[in-house]
């Protein structure tokens, strides 16, 4: 994209489903196959702190989009980014599963008492597609995602340590509040019904 900032006409927003950018976005860019118009940048997530995506990635209803390599290390010059163990498959309209939805919190930079770092409002799903199983693990190096990064709106940051604190896993780690919003995703998903 360079230094110009794609804008889309008047009365068009950018608003994808999560198949569409699985398939109209993610598929291409990881095929080499151009995109019209190609409203998404190549960007390295790492060398970036959230809060500076503003003038380096695609941004639409305050939601950042980019591609990037996919890397283990997930340090940034003032935190790092880290998964909360919540992985969603991505199907198609077709039922077919296409790839899956990995998502993530930044820790900033600034201790905790304790020594632990700051959990930040700022939250990524990270796209990934279905690797086939005959695929070998050692070339997810070179694997392409699609990040789409957005700060999440914390009501008020008592409400914040009160599920730090009342927040109850068997294994001992206690839960943040964005953990328990993406927790209780999956018990509201159970009473939806959609029409056929």
Sequence with gaps: MGDQKLVLPP???????DEEL????????????PCYPNIIPDLDIYAADPWELNE???SSKRE????SRWRQNRSTRRGFWKEIG???PIFTSNGNEVGIKNYLVFYGDHDHEDGSKVQTNWAMEEYHLLKPNSQVQDDINDEWVL???HEENI?????RDYFRRSSNVSDGVELSYLDEIYCSMDDEQDEITFPN
């Design 11 to 17: 009365g068009f927003e950018f608003d994808p489903t």
């Design 64 to 67: 950042w989009y980019f591609f």
């Design 147 to 149: 990040c789409r990064v």
């Design 22 to 33: 699985i398939v109209y976005f993610l598929c291409r860019r990881a095929a080499s196959i």
């Design 56 to 58: 380096k990635a695609f």
């Design 86 to 88: 919540l992985n969603e």
């Design 155 to 159: 009501v008020d940051s008592q409400d």
